[in-house]
Nanobody, 123 residues
Framework: QVQLVESGGGLVQAGGSLRLSCAAS????????MGWYRQAPGKQRELVAALTSGGSTNYADSVKGRFTISRDNAKNTVYLQMNSLKPEDTAVYYC?????????????????WGQGTQVTVSS
């Protein structure tokens, strides 16, 4: 129904920047919210940043002031601009979307995940 594809990960030096992209496609009626999560080896997956259709944002304390989430509604794409990267930011980053689709006469709201993109920050 809804597919999410991430891109933009890679290897950067501490203090550098990366921009992640996530494009949503499929039988989408509307997207209520999109966000980014990350998971490092041996650690739990955590919320990095989220953006609702109304424009409100939410950031993890560890990335506030360094990361910025934005969205291109026409393309159903969400971005994560990551500046002043630190080695502790190293993780697989996953795109998440809460989207509504039409099955029959009902609008169904579901939660969808991308496959992840690796971000590695060297010292």
């Amino acid at each position: 129904q809804v597919q999410l594809v991430e891109s933009g990960g890679g290897l950067v030096q501490a203090g550098g920047s990366l921009r992640l992209s996530c494009a949503a496609s499929g039988s989408i009626f509307s997207i209520n919210a999109m966000g980014w999560y990350r998971q490092a080896p041996g650690k739990q997956r955590e919320l990095v940043a989220a953006l609702t259709s109304g424009g409100s944002t939410n950031y993890a304390d560890s990335v506030k002031g360094r990361f910025t989430i934005s969205r291109d509604n026409a393309k159903n794409t969400v971005y994560l601009q990551m500046n002043s990267l630190k080695p502790e930011d190293t993780a697989v980053y996953y795109c998440n979307a809460e989207a509504a689709t039409i099955a029959t006469q009902d609008i169904i709201v579901g939660d969808y995940w991308g496959q992840g993109t690796q971000v590695t920050v060297s010292s």
